[in-house]
């Protein structure tokens, strides 16, 4: 027989008795038919007949329990000891009255979005603590001490909690950030800005040995041992249009000529390759990258597309970004956003840098997983044999990933027009407008092809010659049998 339960045997004569599961760990009231069994019948020597009539119980009831009376009254003892002990004391005076005004004070804190921390809590409660014992006399003399079990209990009793600060955005500027919209909104209508033209560029740091901090174990475990983390980092910068096009990568790397990178031609790296002792971003390198990659590819880029070379370039005020970049060319007009919104409107720091991290990351993991699972090397093989020629491979492949729809889209906060699928119709319409002033039709049917004005036998090597050339230049809907059958 269990201490938690008991079974009693209830029913009445010449019917069949039922086992009833009576559990001693329900609410109190199920207590209160035992307790009456031993106090108001069995000690004042009541025969069971009699204690099972004025108690409304069956005699077999009335006899298991005062059969196993000990077992049970320590099990009642048990459970009433847990209910009488906690006792709630109500806290008056300073004490009281001080965490209720700190309570107040993190809601407003939390509001202003300024971070909290454990001794910034602490002085505050300290500096109210001391205000408030002025206003009570010598009878509330108690000293307060904000200790980490005080914290630990007055945290749990008002549900704080901690979380991890994430991003920039507790120090953006809103306002600022509205006024730059309206802003750039008026210079791209008044001069005529296409989707082609107007673009935005951000550096990114990188782990590119970088290791997952979480994984997924057994319940019955308790932790998993881990590899020590790489901090080999590489900067990055990345950039694109309106339209969804995108710039070839800078990288900067701590050396000029690695090891992996002997006898490769940097320039068919899929990243603009340069160097600096602390694989940081300087203004000197920045006008480098504008001077001798940025400015030829948007040159080459709008030439394919046949618009002329007018470039909307933005910048965050970061101090790598010369001011004076927009005198290198007088072509490309240099906006710069306002300081704090970077988190807010610009473009590139919206979602794709995270994006481009996430495919350079499944990438190399899935090179690791099929490594290891292959039995060639473990883990650790693997990232010693991992190089920055490896790394830079997956940043050309993770980079070609990030899709057209995910570089259009990163303008919706910052451009009212030339957004989502409004852009491509755009662009659309206007490549046939140009197509058309070209002079290429872009209707289906073509008039008939007209005639050569002398007469050529086909087996001619000068029919076959013109036959040719006419075939690379005349639209594909035309058909060349005029040219046969004449």
């Given at each position: 027989m269990s201490s938690i339960e008991c079974c009693v045997m209830t029913g009445q004569h010449g019917v069949k008795k039922q086992l009833v599961l009576v559990s001693l760990s329900a609410?109190?009231?199920?207590?209160?038919?035992?307790?009456?069994?031993?106090?108001?019948?069995?000690?004042?020597?009541?025969?069971?007949?009699?204690?099972?009539?004025?108690?409304?119980?069956?005699?077999?009831?009335v006899s298991t329990i005062l059969k196993d009376e000990k077992q049970i009254m320590n099990a009642i003892r048990a459970s009433a000891s847990v209910r009488s002990t906690l006792i709630s004391k109500k806290r008056i005076g300073p004490l009281e009255e001080m965490e209720q005004l700190l309570v107040t004070w993190m809601e407003d804190q939390i509001q202003k979005r300024m971070p909290l921390s454990l001794l910034t809590i602490q002085t505050k409660a300290h500096m109210l603590f001391d205000e408030l014992k002025k206003n009570y006399d010598d009878n509330h003399n108690k000293?307060?001490?904000?200790?980490?079990?005080?914290?630990?209990?007055?945290?749990?009793?008002?549900?704080?909690?901690?979380?991890?600060?994430?991003?920039?955005?507790?120090?953006?500027?809103?306002?600022?950030?509205?006024?730059?919209?309206?802003?750039?909104?008026?210079?791209?209508?008044?001069?005529?800005?296409?989707?082609?033209?107007?673009?935005?560029?951000?550096?990114?740091?990188?782990?590119?040995?970088?290791?997952?901090?979480?994984?997924?174990?057994?319940?019955?475990?308790?932790?998993?041992?881990?590899?020590?983390?790489?901090?080999?980092?590489l900067t990055f910068l990345l950039g694109g249009n309106v339209a969804g096009y995108k710039?070839?990568?800078?990288?900067?790397?701590?050396?000029?000529n690695p090891r992996a990178l002997k006898r490769i031609d940097k320039h068919m790296l899929p990243v603009h390759y340069h160097h600096n002792k602390k694989a940081w971003m300087t203004a000197m390198l920045f006008e480098d990258w504008f001077v001798r990659c940025f400015i030829p590819e948007v040159k080459d880029y709008c030439r394919e597309n046949k618009i002329p070379f007018k470039i909307l370039l933005i910048l965050d005020n970061a101090p790598t970004h010369p001011q004076n970049i927009g005198d290198f060319n007088e072509n490309v007009k240099v906006v710069f956003l306002p300081p704090n919104t970077t988190s807010l409107i610009q473009p590139m720091d919206q979602v794709a840098?995270?994006?481009?991290?996430?495919?350079?990351?499944?990438?190399?993991?899935?090179?690791?997983?099929?490594?290891?699972?292959n039995e060639e090397k473990d883990l650790r093989t693997f990232w010693k044999e991992f190089n920055v020629l490896n790394s830079i491979m997956n940043i050309g492949k993770a980079w070609k990933e990030v899709k057209k729809e995910c570089m259009n889209g990163l303008w919706k906060n910052l451009l009212q027009v030339y957004r989502g699928d409004k852009s491509d119709k755009q662009t659309k319409a206007r490549s046939q407008t140009r197509a058309g002033r070209d002079g290429v039709r872009m209707t289906p049917q073509s008039p008939p092809c007209p005639g050569p004005t002398m007469p050529l036998a086909p087996n001619d090597v000068a029919f076959q010659s013109i036959l040719f050339f006419l075939a690379l230049q005349l639209p594909t809907t035309c058909s060349l049998r005029c040219w046969i059958d004449r």
């Open positions: 609410a109190e009231p199920q207590y209160e038919k035992e307790e009456a069994v031993y106090h108001s019948g069995a000690e004042n020597g009541k025969p069971v007949m009699v204690i099972a009539r004025d108690e409304h119980l069956s005699q077999s009831t000293s307060f001490v904000a200790s980490a079990g005080w914290f630990h209990r007055f945290k749990n009793c008002h549900n704080f909690h901690s979380v991890k600060i994430s991003g920039e955005a507790a120090s953006a500027d809103a306002k600022g950030a509205a006024k730059f919209k309206d802003i750039l909104q008026k210079i791209v209508i008044d001069e005529g800005y296409l989707p082609e033209q107007i673009l935005n560029v951000n550096e990114t740091g990188l782990y590119w040995k970088r290791m997952p901090q979480q994984s997924y174990i057994h319940k019955e475990a308790t932790m998993m041992p881990g590899f020590k983390a790489y901090k080999y980092r710039l070839k990568p800078l990288m900067v790397y701590h050396s000029e840098v995270a994006t481009f991290k996430a495919y350079y990351l499944r990438n190399t993991f899935a090179q690791a997983v099929q490594a290891t699972d």
